[in-house]
């Protein structure tokens, strides 16, 4: 195909010409174009057509402090003007990464002990496969490689974060996962529970399950187990009662270490700083990205614990120079962004505003919406929600996925003035909003959610699809 001129072209037919975009139905947007958005503030964003609408998802889980923060460009604009750039390979800095890292690590729990910086959640998973790998290498156990993720969980894109993740949509026509990457049952009591089971019975038995596949593949195999602590674009699911106590227990037993992926949890989402915290976990490594700058610039980041952080440091005389890093890594300019957004998020107290608005927006999406008949889940923690569509809810059944109900209700979503998510390969949307959104704000998210959900209920009613048990 040749490239048409841009002055024949509009914005949304040049975007179709030029544009490889990601997760995203490519015949279907060749064919229709690109939503462009022009704009934001707040909650709400604003397309090029000039509609507005509230974003309930934060872009893609990230922008904590909402959109149109001035500090966090002016801050931006000051580190350009000084220093738009410098590496960090062989001990170079600047002072924008060292205050960040200090201060990331007086948030994280107490036996972290160094963050590592990357550019996206995906590449953060990456090092952390890096990590482990060296780090098991340099305490002699060169077996010990093999990495548990969870079915359903999402780790990220590259090679070693989408082996990792447990999403089939992700390996199938990539060739992945890599052998080394294994998958347990993921913690979803509403739908692999026993019936009569409680969650702390299920959770001793998701334990068990773990264990069972540590004993198979053979313990001197097993490096780490990476969970995030409320699964996202797999579900959102929180833990069950006890779960993460049961597994760290089985962790601790055959010494593999626990990667808390903090990607979307971190940075206030639950109500603290971080989940780890929300749920008791205690990290050997956490990820971390997303909230850390808000979106507004590309950083991640890598936390190690003390422990690890003493066999690296001791194997240098062995390896020489920890031969790891990105061109980008602790971008002053990003460091500066994420700073900012930190004095945003602490000034405000934007976790505590998480907690007390998660609790009016949990019960709001409850009171709301569970008597639906469609609607047979909604789960989440804090600002973070989740509703799975059933077609009987009396028996749990799902509906069938050919109907394509989750994503034809995000259309109506959309079409309403909302921005959720349709779940991949599941009847269900996700809600992630601004750490800074209000009531009257939830109450327009609900709103705005039940009329697409109705009109998604009379679209199935009408074509015979679906019925009301």
């Known amino acids: 195909m040749s490239v048409q001129p841009a002055h024949n072209l509009s914005l949304e037919e040049m975007d179709k010409q ?6 995203t139905a ?5 064919e229709n174009g690109p939503t462009i958005v022009a704009s934001a503030q707040g909650v709400n964003i604003t397309d090029t057509k000039g509609k507005e609408y509230i974003d309930s998802m934060a872009g893609l889980w990230c922008v904590n402090i909402g959109w149109g923060r001035d500090e966090v460009v002016e801050a931006i604009t000051e580190q350009a003007s000084k220093l738009a750039y410098y590496h960090s390979f062989a001990s170079m800095a600047n002072e924008a990464s060292i205050r960040l890292a200090d201060r990331i690590l007086r948030l994280a729990p107490d036996n972290m002990s160094k963050v590592f910086f990357g550019n996206s959640g995906s590449d953060a998973n990456d090092t952390n496969v890096k990590l482990v790998w060296y780090y098991n290498n340099l305490r002699g156990k060169p077996d010990k490689k093999k990495i548990i993720g969870r079915e359903r969980g999402y780790h990220g894109v590259t090679v070693a974060a989408a082996s990792m993740t447990g999403i089939p949509m992700v390996h199938k026509a990539f060739d992945i996962p890599l052998p080394q990457m294994l998958h347990t049952v993921m913690p979803h009591y509403y739908t692999n529970a026993e019936p009569g089971m409680s969650e702390l019975e299920f959770s001793k038995w998701c334990a068990a399950k773990l264990e069972e596949m540590i004993i198979a593949e053979g313990p001197d195999t097993i490096a780490a187990f990476i969970a995030e602590p409320v699964m996202g674009a797999g579900g959102v699911v929180p833990p069950p009662e006890g779960y993460f106590q049961e597994i760290q227990a089985v962790l601790s037993k055959y010494d593999v270490l626990m990667i808390a ?3 979307i949890t971190g940075f206030g989402r639950t109500g603290n700083w971080f989940a780890s915290e929300t749920y008791g976990i205690k990290p050997d490594i956490m990820t971390i990205a997303k909230g850390l700058t808000s979106g507004y610039i590309p950083m991640s980041g890598s936390i190690i614990s003390e422990d690890i952080w003493q066999v690296l440091v001791n194997g240098t005389p062995e390896v020489g120079a920890f031969a790891h890093g990105y061109t980008y890594s602790a971008h002053p300019v990003a460091a500066a962004a994420a700073m900012a957004n930190l004095d945003i998020m602490e000034r405000e107290d934007l976790p505590a505003n998480a907690a007390r608005m998660g609790t009016y927006f949990q019960n709001k999406l409850k009171q709301e919406l569970a008597g639906h008949p469609l609607v047979g ?11 799975e569509l059933v077609a009987d809810k009396a028996n749990k059944t799902p509906l069938d996925m050919n109907l394509k109900a989750a994503p034809t209700l995000g259309k109506y979503c959309v079409e309403e003035g ?9 009847n269900a949307l996700s809600f992630s909003p601004p750490l800074v959104i209000n009531e009257g704000e939830v109450d327009e998210v609900v709103a705005r959610f039940q009329r697409a959900l109705n009109r998604l209920t009379d679209d199935l009613v009408k074509s015979g699809s679906w019925k009301e048990k």
């Open 18 to 23: 030029s544009f490889l975009h990601p997760y």
């Open 26 to 30: 490519l015949q279907d947007h060749a």
């Open 261 to 263: 992926d903090e990607v």
């Open 377 to 387: 889940d909604v789960r989440g923690v804090a600002l973070l929600a989740g509703v």
């Open 418 to 426: 909302l921005i959720s998510r349709a779940l991949m390969q599941m």
